[in-house]
């Protein structure tokens, strides 16, 4: 069964580091794609980054990139130069052939000043 | 930003009662979804609509319907509300084109219902 995982509950960083947000996906779907969100604090989801399965280069979209590795089913979130605006949880999901998005608990990222 | 809206935004409601909630869009988006945000988890999808009366079933489904005659409207009801249906929900639209494997989906505000 296809399955998205997000191991880090909640993450602490310093303002200005860059951050590694980590996905594992699990799908026998050779087509698929992968998303990442972001809920802060006041409840919209907003949509950050999309790699697809075939896409032979990592996505980046501004200060964010996705570090896609299609063997190891990885697909992490990096944030570079984090800002305190960047608080907030981020969602991994992953949209199968069915057309359905299957998500991850999410990952509560806290920057500190 | 996606033109996504819905209605009510909070709802406090007692068990047994009906509710229906309203997702409304102005981007002409042919795919809308309705998805419950519990505490702990990601989103789970209830039900879509690929179309005008084209409606499907997601992974968390019993105990709610839906209802879509126009392609800027998706109702989601709840026949009878429990307290197990509290919970943040959310609407999305996509505009998957014939052929097209995948596509973003956009969120509403979501409505935050709270069954007593």
């Known amino acids: 069964a296809q399955k998205i995982t997000q191991t880090q509950p909640g993450m602490f960083v310093q303002e200005k580091e860059a951050v590694t947000l980590d996905c594992t996906y699990d799908?026998?779907?050779?087509?698929?794609?992968l998303f990442w969100y972001k809920q802060p604090s006041s409840g919209e989801m907003i949509f950050l980054i999309y790699?697809?399965?075939?896409d032979q280069q990592n996505a980046t979209e501004g200060r964010y990139s996705l570090n896609f590795q299609k063997a190891r089913k990885s697909a992490n979130l990096v944030i570079s130069a984090s800002q305190l605006g960047d608080s907030a949880m981020y969602f991994c999901a992953m949209e199968d052939s069915n057309y359905q998005l299957i998500w991850g608990a999410g990952t509560k990222l806290i920057i500190k000043p | 930003d996606a033109g996504i809206t819905q209605s009510p935004r909070h709802k406090v409601t007692e068990t047994g009662t009906p509710v229906t909630l309203r997702c409304h869009q102005t981007e002409n988006h042919r795919y809308m979804y309705w998805y419950r945000q519990d505490p702990g988890h990601g989103l789970r999808l209830i039900h879509y609509?690929?179309?005008?009366?084209?409606?499907d079933k997601g992974e968390v489904s019993d105990g709610y319907s839906v209802s879509r005659s126009k392609t800027e409207d998706f109702l989601l009801t709840l026949e009878s509300a429990t307290s197990s249906q509290t919970s943040v929900y959310f609407c999305a639209i996509s505009n998957r084109l014939a052929g097209q494997s995948t596509d973003t989906q956009y969120f509403g505000p979501g409505t935050r219902l709270t069954v007593l």
């Open positions: 790699q697809g399965s075939y």
């Open positions: 609509s690929y179309g005008v009366k084209d409606t």
């Open positions: 799908t026998s779907d050779p087509s698929y794609g």
